[in-house]
């Protein structure tokens, strides 16, 4: 259940009205939006009755019974202004279409110094760059970890880029202190006790879709972040395993769409991961803000034939400046701050 309530409803009466409910074992979440702030009602509340809270409450502006399983991040708590994530003075949400590029993993202060002063005078807004590496098989490279978090910070500190990179469990917590956004990779997704953590945290998170995951998982796991205290949360659709062996995964566009409809958080979408293949990248980037999604996440690099992990999906910097020109044409048709 979720009561929005009035625009002028004073801290103290939100306070109280929040304690009652706590008083009575319900446990609530507040949800401040850019127009509205909601308090979401967590347990059976099916002997609550909803008109009668509303009309005896004059903070209630009105009242709803959220039915699926997902309460705080569910698009009714914000039906009408989605959630809009900053980032220092990057946006991400409704009419940004947000781009962060990088390469897969940080392989040397050279390697990602150059490729962040490139994405960013090609106009991505937020540098990527793995650190902590999950990779399928323990002889590959495992990433520069702690060290590669200290060159992408750098990185950061020259371009003036935020930064986002993937945290693998909870004992790397204080090495993010640095980091703008706290990435869930898409292994990860399910791993609750990383998700209550980040929850904890005062980043946004920006959480992947899990391999085989279906939407509605997903958005439990965005749940779960919500949950534990941190309401900025991205959710990332970066394809799914199916039959086709000719893509690394298959790019699930209809859940970008489903995933809008279905929650008021930001979404978007990673076609590298998703294609596996670099030919595919710019086609699918484009069809990803076609479809309505945030913003993409793409990876590049300076030299993609010696890249230590995924070369073969990075698009070479003239390649994503050129894809990026394409995009800016595309947000303006689409009235999107790119
Ligand atoms: C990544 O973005 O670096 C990554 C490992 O992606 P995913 O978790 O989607 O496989
Ligand atoms: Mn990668």
Same mark, same amino acid.
């Given at each position: 259940?979720?009561?929005?309530?009035?625009?002028?409803?004073?801290?103290?009466?939100?306070?109280?009205?929040?304690? %009652?409910?706590?008083?009575? !074992?319900?446990?609530?979440? #507040? *949800?401040?939006?850019?127009?509205?702030?909601?308090?979401?009602?967590?347990?059976?509340?099916?002997?609550?009755?909803?008109?009668?809270?509303?009309?005896?409450?004059?903070?209630?502006?009105?009242?709803?019974?959220?039915?699926?399983?997902?309460?705080?991040?569910?698009?009714?708590?914000?039906?009408?202004?989605?959630?809009?994530?900053?980032?220092? @003075?990057?946006?991400? !949400?409704? !009419?940004?279409?947000?781009?962060? *590029?990088?390469?897969?993993?940080?392989?040397?202060?050279?390697?990602?110094?150059?490729?962040?002063?490139?994405?960013?005078?090609?106009?991505?807004?937020?540098?990527?760059?793995?650190?902590?590496?999950?990779?399928?098989? =323990?002889?590959?490279?495992?990433?520069?970890?702690?060290?590669?978090?200290?060159?992408?910070?750098?990185?950061?500190?020259?371009?003036?880029?935020?930064?986002?990179?993937?945290?693998? %469990?909870?004992? +790397?917590?204080?090495?993010?202190?640095?980091?703008?956004?706290?990435?869930? /990779?898409?292994? %990860?997704? +399910?791993?609750?006790?990383?998700?209550?953590?980040?929850?904890?945290?005062?980043? =946004?998170?920006?959480?992947?879709?899990?391999?085989? %995951?279906?939407?509605?998982?997903?958005?439990?796991?965005?749940?779960?972040?919500?949950?534990?205290?941190?309401?900025?949360?991205? #959710?990332?659709?970066?394809?799914?395993?199916?039959?086709?062996?000719?893509?690394?995964?298959?790019?699930?566009?209809?859940?970008?769409?489903?995933?809008? +409809?279905?929650?008021?958080?930001?979404?978007?979408?990673? =076609?590298?991961?998703?294609?596996?293949?670099?030919?595919?990248?710019?086609?699918?980037?484009?069809?990803?803000?076609?479809?309505?999604?945030?913003?993409?996440?793409?990876?590049?690099?300076? @030299? =993609?034939?010696?890249? #230590?992990?995924? /070369?073969?999906?990075?698009?070479?910097?003239?390649?994503?400046?050129?894809?990026?020109?394409?995009?800016?044409?595309?947000?303006?048709?689409?009235?999107?701050?790119?």
């Amino acid at each position: 259940m979720v009561f929005i309530l009035e625009p002028k409803a004073e801290q103290e009466k939100i306070n109280s009205f929040i304690l %009652n409910w706590e008083e009575k !074992g319900f446990s609530t979440i #507040l *949800s401040v939006g850019t127009e509205h702030t909601a308090v979401c009602l967590i347990g059976n509340t099916a002997a609550v009755d909803l008109d009668h809270v509303v009309h005896t409450t004059d903070i209630v502006a009105y009242g709803k019974r959220i039915t699926e399983r997902y309460k705080a991040v569910n698009r009714t708590v914000h039906e009408n202004v989605s959630t809009v994530i900053k980032v220092g @003075d990057v946006s991400i !949400g409704e !009419g940004f279409f947000t781009v962060i *590029s990088g390469p897969c993993s940080v392989e040397s202060e050279e390697q990602i110094l150059t490729i962040a002063k490139s994405v960013k005078s090609s106009g991505a807004r937020v540098l990527r760059g793995g650190a902590f590496k999950p990779r399928t098989s =323990p002889y590959d490279f495992q990433g520069t970890r702690a060290e590669g978090l200290q060159m992408l910070v750098r990185a950061k500190n020259e371009t003036g880029l935020p930064i986002v990179s993937e945290i693998m %469990n909870q004992t +790397q917590i204080e090495l993010f202190e640095d980091v703008d956004i706290v990435q869930i /990779g898409a292994r %990860n997704m +399910q791993n609750y006790d990383l998700l209550r953590a980040v929850g904890g945290m005062k980043q =946004p998170v920006l959480l992947k879709r899990g391999l085989s %995951n279906t939407i509605e998982e997903l958005l439990m796991s965005a749940e779960y972040i919500v949950a534990s205290g941190n309401p900025n949360v991205i #959710l990332c659709e970066r394809g799914i395993r199916t039959f086709e062996t000719m893509t690394r995964n298959t790019l699930d566009l209809s859940a970008v769409v489903l995933l809008k +409809q279905k929650s008021h958080l930001p979404v978007i979408a990673d =076609p590298s991961h998703a294609a596996g293949i670099r030919s595919l990248v710019a086609p699918l980037a484009k069809a990803i803000l076609a479809v309505g999604a945030d913003g993409i996440m793409v990876e590049t690099h300076n @030299d =993609p034939a010696s890249a #230590l992990c995924d /070369g073969a999906q990075s698009l070479d910097l003239e390649q994503f400046g050129t894809l990026m020109n394409d995009l800016k044409k595309r947000a303006e048709l689409e009235e999107k701050e790119i």
